[in-house]
């Protein structure tokens, strides 16, 4: 079954881009921007997309693409960029990305009290949504955003109906697949009618994506911590630019670890929270070096101890999952898996392979840096070689779902030294197309069995049929859920 499916999601996309090319591109091929159709002919993922939000009818597909390619041309979207967008509209506020939601979608605010009905700025307000659209679209390739329109202190100069076709459409048309759902908050009496307009717009499949909520309940979509005060919540975020506020990876974490002290106080509560295991600090220089585990109650030999490591990591390393990228081999592709509350939060390893035949520096980023220890950080890898970077939550702080991690790479040249140093100027001299980023999703496994993505004993000692299974099954009901809206 799985077999068929695979050779017909295969067969549509080749009909559609055989169709598209013949019946469109070819008589008029000055009507799109030439990088759509290329990207057409390359990105699976686009083309589904399309297809799915048209129910795999090709026909319909088609046309969708074309209005699709044409609006894409028309805005230049490809050539957006934060230049593109007039000032003052970026220092307003009234749309920006920040937070997540608690199904772990990004969250695209929607401020309409910031909203004047001004024909003359109408097409640079939608330059701004696109804007973001697009940057998040390129940046997450298909994960769905929520829309949070927030009504509340909205008066009746912010009511535009034009404005809100443009965004029901960019989700319905443009962007198909990205809207898991629109949260409308405290919505005036003044707007009901509008907002039965708001609904043919959508379609009847897509009405039930259609959330009114008010200060309770609000909550049942966005936990408190991503909420402002006036929904009820406890973010403190206050919008400000620059610089763009959806940069969650501004911050790095710790370059090349912590510093000393810090090392000596993670030591302390790792032993206190995972008994006779934990991680043993390693310097710059030692990074990209297998990592060692220490027993707080025996000593034995490095000899020994490398022996014990060598076949943990073996069985640990087995790759569930690959993201093969240009320059590095990332597992897991998508996800990194920690254990529940329950059963305790348990580190988790990401190993990077270097594919090309150079010394690829990389390092690693993430949306709370205050909530995670990562060993390396911020190194190299050698060509061919594979290095680990262990992910552990510190100081007893919970793993979220909304949490992300980013891996970025660049290839160096062979002259070039891998010290702290080297590394640091390194990053501020990489052109940014030159850089490889890849982001990883945090998963909670609500079961206390282990897996092979532990640093447990007990997950070492785990069948290679079980892991897998377990992996299988959490993948597997990603995939539905991803696929589920329409």
């Known amino acids: ?63 969708m693409l074309d209005e699709s390619f044409q609006w894409r041309k028309e805005m230049s979207v490809n050539d957006l960029t934060e230049s593109s967008i007039p000032r003052w509209l970026l220092e307003i506020g009234g749309i920006y990305l920040h937070g997540y939601d608690k199904e772990g979608n990004k969250l695209f605010w929607i401020r309409v009290k910031y909203h004047v009905k001004d024909h003359k700025t109408m097409l640079d307000k939608k330059k701004l949504i696109a804007f973001w659209l697009e940057r998040y679209a390129k940046r997450e390739n298909g994960k769905p955003v929520t829309v949070m329109f927030d009504l509340s202190e909205t008066g009746i100069n912010s009511i535009d109906m034009d404005f809100v076709r443009f965004i029901i459409n960019c989700f319905k048309v443009y962007y198909p697949k990205y809207l898991s759902k629109m949260v409308i908050f405290d919505m005036p009496w003044i707007m009901n009618a509008a907002f039965k307009i708001v609904k043919s717009w959508l379609g009847p499949e897509a009405v039930s994506l259609l959330k009114f909520t008010s200060k309770n309940e609000v909550q049942d979509y966005v936990s408190v911590e991503y909420l402002p005060p006036h929904m009820g919540g406890t973010d403190p975020f206050k919008y400000s630019y620059p610089p763009l506020v959806d940069d969650d990876f501004q911050t790095p974490l710790c370059e090349n ?54 076949s943990k990591m073996k069985a640990f390393k087995k790759p569930l999952s690959v993201f093969k990228g240009p320059l590095l081999h990332i597992s897991p592709a998508e996800e990194l898996y920690f254990g529940s509350t329950e059963s305790g939060e348990k580190k988790t390893l990401i190993v990077l392979t270097n594919v090309t035949k150079n010394v690829v520096a990389f390092k690693v980023r993430t949306t709370a840096p ?60 990489v052109p940014r197309n030159k850089v490889m980023e890849h982001r990883l999703r945090c998963h909670i496994v609500e079961s206390s069995k282990p897996t092979t993505l532990t640093l447990k004993d007990s997950g070492f000692n785990m069948s290679d049929k079980t892991s897998e299974d377990l992996y299988l099954q959490f993948a597997t009901s990603r995939r539905e859920n991803d696929f589920s809206t329409p």
């Open 370 to 429: 205050e909530k995670y220890r990562v060993k390396p950080s911020n190194s190299s890898c050698d060509p061919g070689a594979s290095v680990d970077i262990v992910v552990s939550p510190h100081g007893g702080l919970t793993v979220s779902a909304q949490d992300r991690f980013l891996i970025m790479a660049a290839e160096m040249e062979q002259s070039s030294g891998t010290g702290p140093a080297e590394l640091t100027q390194f990053w501020k001299e």
């Open 257 to 310: 670890g912590p510093i000393a002290s810090e090392d000596e106080a993670s030591s302390k509560e790792d032993i206190e929270s995972d008994g006779k295991e934990t991680l043993e600090t390693v310097s710059n220089e030692e990074q990209t070096t297998l990592l060692k585990k220490i027993n707080v109650t025996e000593h034995t030999s490095k000899a020994e101890e490398n022996e014990k490591v060598d």
């Open 1 to 63: 079954m799985a077999e068929y499916h695979a050779q017909n999601k295969a067969k549509l996309i080749s009909e559609t881009r055989r169709r598209f090319e013949a019946e469109y591109v070819t008589d008029k091929p000055d009507k799109y921007d030439p990088r759509d159709v290329e990207r057409l002919q390359q990105d699976d993922n686009w083309v589904e997309s399309y297809l799915l939000w048209r129910h795999n009818v090709v026909d319909e597909t088609l046309k």
